[in-house]
């Protein structure tokens, strides 16, 4: 198990360190279709390649979300800002019990492409920040270590 969570999160880190902001123009034409087909109305604030995903990132309903694309305008996952208290209670016990000297500071609902609901909790303690995976029953599934970067966060 343990060399699963480590490859999960190995993998996580590789396409984060390769993730790279790019103009709208150079997103694929059927993914710039899909995200209009997806969420009507809505307009992309940024753009991320990450290896052959893209990633819009937008406001959908006045909620902050991202939403992943294949190349070819496949919707693989959406991931939206919830509240803290919307989590999962088995969530919030596994922080408190595992991590309790960090402060949870946001949370998002992930939906992949097949229906399938996991949260993501991110906690910090000083400039450290976590993010801990769960699936639909709060059920722990990975930890994700926070890069720091020069990114401007909203």
Request: proline letters at 3%.
């Amino acid at each position: 198990m343990k060399t699963i969570i480590t490859a999960a999160v190995l993998v996580f880190a590789i396409n984060t360190l390769s993730a790279q902001k790019i103009k709208e123009a150079e997103v694929p034409k059927a993914v710039t279709e899909s995200f209009a087909k997806n969420f009507p109305g809505s307009k992309a604030k940024e753009w991320e390649k990450e290896k052959d995903l893209f990633e819009a990132e937008f406001d959908l309903k006045k909620v902050e979300t991202s939403a992943t694309f294949s190349a070819d305008g496949k919707l693989m996952e959406t991931e939206s800002e919830i509240a803290t208290s919307a989590l999962p209670k088995a969530v919030t016990e596994y922080i408190t019990k595992n991590y309790p000297s960090y402060k949870l500071s946001e949370a998002s609902k992930i939906t992949d492409a097949s229906g399938k609901v996991s949260y993501e909790a991110e906690i910090k303690k000083g400039k450290e920040e976590i993010d801990l995976i769960f699936d639909s029953n709060g059920t722990f599934i990975k930890k994700e270590v926070e890069e720091h970067d020069t990114k401007d966060k909203d």
